[in-house]
């Protein structure tokens, strides 16, 4: 079911009132709420709610060994066969046939044709961002960082909760799930805040992703028949349709779960506002990289063991990051590419620092001082920007060679045989727009947050409530005038 269909917006309000008339029940809510989820998630297909059923189970018993054992190469029996089951499963989905595929074409390559079988799966919606969630559960536990959960109401609803099952935020268990063991109750604030959350998150999917997306589809799908000016504006319409189309997600998503009492993590802060490519990947898609800090940089020794095993690490993280996002060589690449912008910003901040000064603390005295200002503060916003653009040339492609293709025509000053689609320049129009509120409210917890935010010093900005309430009904007039065709999150794919 997508957040952005008529089904949708029947299902929501609904849920919302059976919800809080089982107020302070907390069983029954909890109930409820996995009852909605498993309703919500096999609206799709009911086949692959089997799936989630068999993550949950294997995650659920795996925490409850894992308590009771004291063994310790025991614990580590447990703990790589719940992983090796997680792993399988979304391995032989999502991964089976890229493998197989290219294991073909390298032994043919070489005269040995093996023709091994690839299987046609259709992959389950949501399949990466639940995995990850299942794993942290049990290799949480396995540390002894949380405690293994022992109602089974509580973990299923944790695991399934329907707002992020389809694409996230990957939750940890330390967050999400003692928010389903106690007492929730409604909060007019938190349920005007979920409203905002949503509403601005239909804006940015909607009005600006979808719109963006028949500009960048016709360019691709007639690439021959547009110059590189064309070409330039496609990779900038899909730098904005992919940012506007995910956080729309997670924003409708954060909102969802505010409505019911129920607080996820951010996803995104502004991330095309950043000032330097570190600083980019640390507001992008927070929850999938502070996974792969914890989950793989930290265990592959992070920055402990020396400065050229720092960059492997880097580059190993982000070429899974690559991997998760898809079973294809330009989702790798594009991986390694973010891998190697962040490479390249250590070796210049060494440089900087000093070759033989470069300690933790004199990284973070240098990462504090004030180095931008004016001029130079726009010009590091730009190159960040630009830098991430060019990434998404590698990651919107297919195959290899349609990105080498994509960039050539990038140079081409041959005339356009198409014109492009009537709506280019009000999509224009509305990006700019788009862009100027975010940059408005980049200090603030979230688009239409009218209070100071704490952590920046920003003021209040000062509007009288109908002039918010303005500002609201017209943002929700433009889903309806302005929408573009389309519904499909592009991260439901990953």
């Not at 004199?362 to 004030?370: C, D, G, I, T």
């Not at 195959?399 to 198409?418: D, H, K, M, Q």
């Amino acid at each position: 079911m997508e957040f952005t269909s008529l089904e949708f917006l029947i299902f929501l309000p609904t849920v919302f009132a059976i919800y809080w008339l089982l107020n302070r029940r907390l069983i029954l809510q909890n109930l409820f709420v996995i009852l909605c989820s498993y309703f919500f998630y096999a609206w799709a297909d009911w086949y692959y709610l089997l799936i989630v059923l068999g993550y949950t189970a294997v995650s659920y018993l795996s925490g409850l060994l894992l308590e009771r054992t004291t063994s310790t190469s025991w614990r580590k029996v447990i703990l790589w066969s719940a992983v090796a089951v997680n792993l399988s499963v979304l391995g032989l989905y999502k991964y089976f046939g890229f493998f197989i595929s290219h294991f073909n074409r390298i032994f043919a390559a070489i005269g040995f044709p093996l023709d091994w079988p690839t299987l046609n799966l259709v992959l389950p919606i949501g399949i990466s961002f639940f995995t990850f969630q299942a794993l942290s559960y049990t290799i949480d536990v396995y540390r002894r960082d949380i405690p293994a959960t022992h109602s089974p109401i509580s973990f299923f609803a944790f695991l399934s909760f329907f707002p992020q099952i389809l694409a996230g935020p990957i939750e940890r268990a330390a967050v999400l799930l003692p928010q389903f063991q106690r007492t929730r109750t409604f909060s007019y604030g938190q349920g005007v805040e979920g409203m905002k959350r949503i509403l601005w998150g239909l804006v940015k999917k909607m009005v600006i992703a979808n719109n963006c997306s028949v500009i960048v589809n016709e360019i691709i799908s007639y690439s021959d028949a547009y110059n590189g000016w064309c070409h330039m504006l496609a990779i900038l319409l899909f730098t904005i349709q992919i940012y506007s189309d995910f956080s729309g997600y997670s924003d409708i998503a954060v909102g969802c779960g505010k409505l019911l009492g129920i607080n996820l993590s951010e996803n995104f802060r502004f991330p095309y506002f950043s000032h330097n490519i570190r600083e980019f990947w640390t507001r992008w898609h927070i929850t999938l990289y502070t996974w792969l800090r914890d989950y793989v940089y930290f265990p592959l020794g992070g920055s402990r063991r020396g400065f050229r095993r720092t960059l492997i690490n880097i580059l190993i993280v982000f070429a899974l990051s690559g991997l998760w996002h898809g079973a294809a060589l330009t989702k790798i690449g594009w991986g390694i590419y973010s891998g190697i912008c962040i490479v390249v910003a250590i070796f210049l901040e060494r440089i900087s620092i000093g070759w033989d000064s470069y300690t933790k603390e004199n990284r973070k005295a240098y990462r504090m001082q004030p180095r931008h200002t004016g001029l130079h503060l726009l010009g590091s916003v730009l190159l960040t920007f630009f830098l991430v653009m060019a990434g998404w040339i590698i990651f919107m492609n297919p195959s290899l060679s349609t990105t080498a293709e994509f960039i050539g025509n990038i140079f081409s000053t041959r005339p356009n045989l198409y014109e492009l689609p009537s709506q280019t320049v009000p999509t224009l129009c509305y990006v700019a727009v788009f862009m100027l509120i975010e940059y408005l409210f980049r200090n603030r917890r979230y688009v239409l947050d009218f209070t100071p935010a704490a952590n920046e010093g920003a003021p209040a900005i000062a509007l009288h409530n109908w002039q918010k309430w303005l500002i609201c009904w017209a943002l929700a007039l433009s889903v309806f005038l302005l929408a573009g065709p389309g519904n499909t999150f592009i991260y439901f794919r990953f």
